[in-house]
């Protein structure tokens, strides 16, 4: 179902019981591209939530999910049963895994992943400039990669290129500012080794 306010464009196409709610924007041509010049696919089942836009190039798995007000930009991989919550930005050239919830407010910029079973919590920030006003900025761009099932808890950033390991927890407000190994539960700014997550209760 296409809501009658929605604005899909050409080259997009849609697996079958897609729903794009109101106001949505859907396959937009990045600059320097025209309309329907880069496929745009979005899987069975998706539910794309009011004045959501998804640039052009993205190839998008079964069972994606938006919050209102989400953007994805162009050309990127998401794979089955994702969420991109409100008022979240991916931007473009991301690879995300199956079974990733990005929850509302989170900002993950070009050349990050997230492999499978991760959880992003609201307002986290990812970033990947080292260097933002070098000379060779748009050529040492390196976003965070976030492995099998870590957790990074609401309001942390990550700084640029560092890894959170498999199965790692990233508390709540925390900054990481190196790699994360599998198993650690951190927290704090900068963030530290805390415990290791098979201590925990749960």
Not at 26 to 31: D, E, K, L, T, Y
Not at 134 to 155: F, M, Q, R, W
């Amino acid at each position: 179902m296409i809501a009658e306010t929605a604005k899909v464009y050409p080259g997009v196409k849609l697996g079958k019981n897609v729903i794009i709610e109101d106001y949505c924007i859907i396959g937009v041509p990045p600059r320097g591209a025209k309309e329907g010049e880069l496929e745009t696919f979005i899987g069975d089942d998706s539910v794309i939530r009011s004045h959501t836009v998804i640039y052009a190039g993205n190839k998008i798995g079964k069972k994606f999910q938006t919050g209102n007000k989400a953007n994805i930009r162009e050309l990127n991989e998401i794979a089955d049963n994702v969420s991109v919550g409100t008022l979240s930005v991916v931007e473009h050239h991301v690879k995300i895994e199956e079974n990733v919830r990005i929850h509302t407010q989170v900002f993950i910029p070009e050349y990050s992943i997230l492999k499978k079973d991760c959880w992003v919590g609201p307002n986290v920030v990812f970033t990947n400039a080292p260097y933002p006003k070098s000379k060779n900025v748009k050529d040492e761009l390196i976003g965070p990669t976030l492995h099998e099932n870590a957790i990074v808890g609401a309001n942390s950033t990550l700084l640029p290129g560092v890894h959170i390991g498999k199965d790692a927890i990233v508390g709540a407000g925390s900054v990481v500012t190196k790699d994360v190994p599998p198993g650690d539960v951190v927290a704090g700014n900068p963030a530290k080794f805390m415990k290791k997550k098979s201590e925990l209760p749960y």
